[in-house]
Each structure stands twice: as structure tokens, then as C-alpha cells.
């Protein structure tokens, strides 16, 4: 709690009684000054706690009502009127106008001096001060620590906690990497977009109109812009009702100074990050990932928890391990974790629910590729976003790529559907036909098993057999079909004409 009037108020000691601008009560008081001159105002910045006897008072109501309205207008926390020496009351009608402006007014006793109530603020500022200190002291290493487990995002949630404001952290392109609201701050979700909007349109100007503290009609905002080297990396955006106080500032610079130390880290430091994300990456799109993974493939996600899958195939597997570097190069450039697995030609990335196509051909940079983006999902879709972002991008045309949350399905787009016409009865009529005379659903079977993008207990759960028998029936369908199941572009081909015909019931 401030320095408030209420709080000066509490303090029996000094005996104050409060005559009017009860509303103005919770007004930060930031020191005490003595002034018997009319035209006090003149003298005051905002946040006084102004004493006087009012020897100097005018006489009638009309000009009463300009001194206290000067002093209103330039935002004094209250009027302190010591009764006993010219007035042995408050008069009635300054207590009027006080509470017509909210504009707390005490009266002092005779007995109490005003250098005791002046002494009383300065110990309470003082020990807020210090209290301050205190706080930023124990905040910093907790800053230092929230960024090295939970980077750029855990820095956020820790500085919002410490201000008790709201923070966002926006990359150099005016792109959002992560934002925490504080509802202590004031300030609803929807203000809180609308202030990040007048940041991003600031960055949208230039560099140069960024630094500083803008003040709307309903924000405070604080803007610290981050560079390294002749780059700009980032901006630290603080939004709040009021400008920050001197600790808190310091803790910004802090939170700024992490930001760039982390930007610089040592190059294998991040290389054996990218390699762990890598791995887990992996385990994830076989199914295989361990509970304690969702934490960490939950940073690759948006604010409402989404994400998606995009999946490259570019000409050759040197190319496509050059082109995975340059994905992880223009990841981090955005604040972004770095999960890119390649496969031979294919490079799978994880991106955030929110990311379009164009975000995918700025992450492959000048590659040339063809690419899918699988749909928007959580963690627990994540098998299944990148399978079909893997069917998106083989259907595609060099340098094309495909969204499926903008074509609904690969079967939406005219080439395919012209290829697969015709094909469902035609390729997989021996299957068809060991169903229609009683046996097995074995196109059920390869259905889920594609599906399944091969993983055998999914697939088996999903058929709704046991998975020795699942084995069983897709070696007959390879012997039906002629195929092997073990080939990538066979699977494809075949699920995609699959999708093309009626769904079977299993």
C-alpha cells in the first residue's frame, strides 16, 4: 500500500479529521509543503500534500473557489488547513467545493505542528524507498533465473509480477513474442491489445519513435528498445495507468540487459539447445514423447496454446540441411524456441497456431521448396498436424505451399482432386472386395494404420484390434495392393486417395 491520504488519515498521533473530498482519499501523497500564498499552484507539480492557515485565504466564495481549483488542476494529493490561528473551523463553504472536486480537505488541530505531519511522510516515504530496494534487490536474480529456464517469455511473467504491470515483449519486426496481462495494473484484455497496437504502429514508424513513455487517454506506456551491436533485437513494452517510479525503472534496464545477454549467448550453447528441442521434436512426432516434453513444446505455441506443423521438401537432403540452419536462424530472430527436425529431403517444423504461409516462406529464407502447413491443433494433434502437412506438401508445386486451414483439405485443391478421381474403387478394389464378401474391413485397417502416420498401437486402438493382428492383416493388404506400406510416397499416395472416397465405417 502507498502513501495515501486515507493512510495519513490513520495516524492517530497526528489527530487529522477529514472535511471533504472523501473520494480523493486513495491520492499518493510524494511529500509535504507549507504555503500560505493564493496562488500556490503555481509552485506545485502534483502528488504535494499542501499545509497552510489559510491566513491569506480570499474573503469571498468565488475566489476560494478559484485557489482550490488551481490547486485541483495541477493534481495536489489534498489541502492539510490548520484550525486555531486564523479559523477556529474549516470554512463551510471551502468544504463544499473540496468535495465538488474530490479533492481531499483535513483539518489540523491547533496542537499538532505541521513539521510533525511533514516528518511522519518523509519516515513512511522512506521506508517505502527502502522497501522498494529491498524488493528490486530479490527480483533481479529471480529475472535472471526466469530467463535462463523459461527465456524471453519467463522474463516477461517475472518483470509483470515485480511492476505489477502488464509486459510484452515484441520483436523487431512489431511481431508479439510474449505478453503478461496483470488485471493489478488496472488495465482490462481489451486496452491492453489496444495499447500493444499503438506499440507495434510506433515500431511500424521506425526504430527512433520508439524509446520513451507515451501517454494515451487510458495508458502509460513505457517502451525500452533493445539492440545489440547496430541492430535493433526487440522492445520491452510496460503498460500501466501512471509512469514508473526510479526502482522500477531499474528493474526494465535489467530485464533490457537480460535480453540482450541472452541474444549473444555463446554459439554452442544454443546449438546443443536446438539439438535437445530437436530430439524431443522427434519423440513427439512418433508418438513417443514423454509427459515432461508437453512444458517445453508448449513455448513453440501461441498465446491461446495452438500450434501447427509445417513441413518443407526441398531438391535434395544437402539442401535440405542447409535450409533447416536458416529455419533455426530466422526461429530465433523472432524469439522463437527452435524445433526443425530434418528427414532426408524433409524439414518438419513446430510453429504457432497463429502462423500463415507467408511466416512459413520467411522461415525457409531463399531455399527454393515446396511446403504444407498441417492444421491448427494443440500438443495433443501434433502427431496428426504434421502428417497432413506432410500429404500438403507433397501435393504442392515447387515453391508453392499449401494451407490447410485455408483449403480445408488437400482434396480441396483442383489438381488433386483430378488425379484421385476415379482412383478410390480402382486401387483399392481387392480390399473393397474382401469386405464386401464378409471378411475383414481391411480398407478400415490401412485407413487407420495411415492415419496412425505407422505407429502401431495407435493405429491398433484406432481399428479396434489387437496390434499382432493389425500386423497380420496390413502384411495381406501389401500382398493384395502389391504394395510396401513401408515407403513414404506410397503411404501418402494412398491415404490421399483414401480421404478422396467415402469415409468406411470400422
Same mark, same amino acid.
Given at each position: 500500500? #502507498?502513501? &495515501? ?11 487529522? *479529521? ?15 509543503? +507549507?504555503?500560505?500564498?493564493?496562488d500556490a499552484a503555481e509552485w506545485l507539480s502534483g502528488g504535494e500534500l499542501l499545509l ?25 494529493? #489534498? ?10 473551523? @474549516? ?16 483539518? @489540523? ?18 521506508? $517505502? ?26 522474463? /516477461? +511473467? ?8 502488464? /509486459?510484452?515483449?515484441?520483436?523487431? !519486426? ?7 496481462? *496483470? ?6 484484455? !481489451? ?13 511500424? =514508424? ?9 501517454? +494515451? ?23 500501466? &495507468? ?17 535480453? +540482450? ?10 546449438? !546443443? ?12 512426432? =512418433? ?6 516434453? /508437453? ?12 500450434? =501447427?506443423?509445417?513441413?518443407y521438401e526441398f531438391r535434395s537432403a544437402a539442401v535440405a540441411s542447409a535450409a533447416v540452419?536458416?529455419?533455426?536462424? $530466422? ?20 510453429? *504457432? ?40 506438401? =507433397? ?6 505451399? @499449401? ?23 480402382? *486401387? %483399392? ?68 486417395? %483414401? ?8
Amino acid at each position: 500500500m #502507498g502513501t &495515501t491520504v486515507g493512510w495519513l488519515l490513520d495516524q492517530s498521533s497526528l489527530a487529522l *479529521r477529514c472535511h471533504g473530498g472523501v473520494a480523493g482519499l486513495d491520492r499518493e501523497i510524494d511529500c509535504a509543503l +507549507t504555503s500560505e500564498l493564493v496562488d500556490a499552484a503555481e509552485w506545485l507539480s502534483g502528488g504535494e500534500l499542501l499545509l497552510t492557515t489559510g491566513m491569506r485565504l480570499p474573503p469571498d466564495t468565488a475566489g476560494r473557489a478559484d485557489y482550490l481549483h488551481s490547486l485541483a488542476d495541477v493534481g495536489i494529493a #489534498g489541502l492539510g488547513f490548520g484550525t486555531g490561528l486564523g479559523y477556529d473551523t @474549516v470554512p463551510a463553504d471551502l468544504v463544499e467545493i473540496a468535495d465538488g472536486l474530490g479533492l481531499p480537505l483535513l483539518e @489540523v488541530p491547533r496542537p499538532i505542528p505541521f513539521s510533525a505531519i511533514a516528518r511522519m511522510l518523509l519516515d513512511r516515504l522512506a521506508e $517505502e524507498r527502502y522497501a522498494q530496494f529491498t524488493r528490486a534487490t530479490r527480483s533481479q536474480p529471480a529475472m535472471t533465473r526466469a530467463i535462463i529456464s523459461g527465456g524471453v517469455p519467463g522474463l /516477461v +511473467t517475472e518483470l509483470s509480477a515485480a511492476l505489477g504491470r502488464s /509486459v510484452a515483449f515484441i520483436d523487431s !519486426d512489431g511481431q508479439v513474442v510474449s505478453t503478461t496481462s *496483470r488485471a493489478s495494473a488496472g488495465i482490462g484484455a !481489451d486496452r491492453d491489445r489496444a495499447a500493444l497496437t499503438h506499440v507495434r504502429a510506433l515500431i511500424a =514508424r521506425g526504430p527512433m519513435s520508439t524509446t520513451g513513455v507515451t501517454i +494515451t487517454a487510458e495508458h502509460t506506456i513505457i517502451v525500452q528498445r533493445i539492440t545489440a551491436g547496430a541492430g535493433v533485437i526487440g522492445y520491452l513494452a510496460v503498460i500501466g &495507468t501512471d509512469p514508473l517510479g526510479d526502482v522500477h525503472r531499474v528493474l526494465v534496464g535489467h530485464a533490457a540487459s537480460l535480453v +540482450t545477454l541472452q541474444h549473444a549467448e555463446a554459439g554452442n550453447v544454443a546449438a !546443443d539447445r536446438a539439438a535437445l528441442q530437436s530430439e524431443i521434436f522427434d519423440l513427439a512426432l =512418433r508418438g513417443t514423447a514423454p509427459p515432461t516434453s /508437453v512444458e517445453l513444446l508448449g513455448r513453440a505455441a501461441d498465446a491461446e496454446g495452438l500450434v =501447427r506443423v509445417a513441413v518443407y521438401e526441398f531438391r535434395s537432403a544437402a539442401v535440405a540441411s542447409a535450409a533447416v540452419q536458416t529455419v533455426a536462424t $530466422e526461429l530465433a530472430a523472432r524469439w522463437r524456441p527452435v524445433f526443425a527436425l530434418q528427414r532426408d529431403r524433409e524439414v518438419a517444423v513446430l510453429i *504457432r497456431g497463429d502462423d500463415d504461409v507467408a511466416v512459413v516462406r520467411a522461415l525457409a529464407g531463399g531455399n527454393r521448396m515446396r511446403a504444407g502447413l498441417g492444421p491448427v491443433t494443440d500438443l495433443s494433434g501434433l502427431v496428426s498436424s504434421a502428417g497432413q502437412a506432410r500429404q500438403a506438401a =507433397r501435393s504442392a508445386s515447387d515453391g508453392e505451399v @499449401v494451407d490447410l486451414e485455408t483449403t480445408g483439405s488437400v482434396l480441396a485443391i483442383d489438381a488433386v482432386q483430378d488425379g484421385l478421381r476415379g482412383l478410390h474403387d480402382v *486401387r %483399392l478394389g481387392p480390399l473393397i472386395a474382401v469386405r464386401e464378401s464378409g471378411g475383414a474391413d481391411l480398407v478400415a485397417t490401412l485407413r487407420g494404420y495411415l492415419e496412425a502416420n505407422g505407429h502401431w498401437e495407435t493405429a491398433a486402438s484406432s481399428v479396434g484390434v489387437h496390434r499382432h493382428t493389425l500386423r497380420h492383416r496390413i502384411s495381406r493388404i501389401e500382398g493384395l495392393l502389391g504394395v510396401d506400406l513401408g515407403d513414404a510416397r506410397t503411404r501418402a499416395e494412398l491415404l490421399l486417395i %483414401l480421404l478422396s472416397g467415402d469415409r468406411p465405417s470400422r
